[in-house]
Nanobody
Framework: QLQLVESGGGLVQPGGSLRLSCAASGFPVDYYAIGWFRQAPGKERTGVSCISGRGGSTIFYADFVEGRFTTSRDNAKNTVYLQMNSLKPEDTAVYYC????????WGQGTQVTVSS
């Protein structure tokens, strides 16, 4: 069974940093393209970044990232990370990870709140 579990969210002040983790089970984390998504209150879920599968390392970011986030993958830990720096209040959302080519059931996500 393919599963992804998000963690690492929290409350951070504007300008702060967080590292989110997306732990995969049931498949090698570098086999499928994996994306980070977020959903702010009252808004639709939107893509944040994605990293290619099939062992590749191509990474795409949404325009609003503006160089502040970095996606990486640790095959030994079967985990994808989202390092978020220079966080802004508008980054407040529940963050999710999922496959890009075909969604599997969404996890609970991890809440990120950026506030002073």
């Amino acid at each position: 069974q393919l599963q992804l579990v998000e963690s690492g969210g929290g409350l951070v002040q504007p300008g702060g940093s967080l590292r989110l983790s997306c732990a995969a089970s049931g498949f090698p984390v570098d086999y499928y393209a994996i994306g980070w998504f977020r959903q702010a209150p009252g808004k639709e879920r939107t893509g944040v970044s994605c990293i290619s599968g099939r062992g590749g390392s191509t990474i795409f970011y949404a325009d609003f990232v503006e160089g502040r986030f970095t996606t990486s993958r640790d095959n030994a830990k079967n985990t994808v990370y989202l390092q978020m720096n220079s966080l802004k209040p508008e980054d407040t959302a529940v963050y999710y990870c999922n496959l890009v080519t075909h969604y599997i059931p969404w996890g609970q996500g991890t809440q990120v709140t950026v506030s002073s």
